[in-house]
């Protein structure tokens, strides 16, 4: 691994409750080390957070149209990943925020950035179709 995922983990321990931490990189961590990492991390807060990592080239607008959007999501992209930091920007507009970089100093070289999609607020009447 070349950048630090472990920053881009104590980054998220204060996101909201339920926050999906998405970490695109290569190589990368596997998934489940990577979860219980952040579930270790916000063990004695109360917040159910959930970590995955996979590779840019899953990291598809297919990927995207499945996340739900009653949770809040975090994306972290290596600053290289021109690619995918722009399909994320396009794919989400204006709902994303970011990017945000580590404040971490030894981290600074090999963080990642960090995008942040808030839980879209549901309204109205509308029936699902």
Sequence with gaps: R???IEDALYRSVGFP???RVHIIDHPT???PDANNILLFLTR???QNL???TMNPIEFTDDYLSRQSRDID???YLTPNDLYNIIRLIEFYGDELQGPFYTEFRPSAEKGFLLFYLPATVLSGDKTAE
Aim: charged content about 10%; aromatic content about 16%.
């Design 2 to 4: 070349n950048y630090d």
């Design 29 to 31: 961590m596997y998934s």
């Design 50 to 52: 959930s970590a995955g």
């Design 44 to 46: 004695d807060t109360g």
């Design 17 to 19: 409750n339920g926050t």
């Design 73 to 75: 999501h975090a994306f």
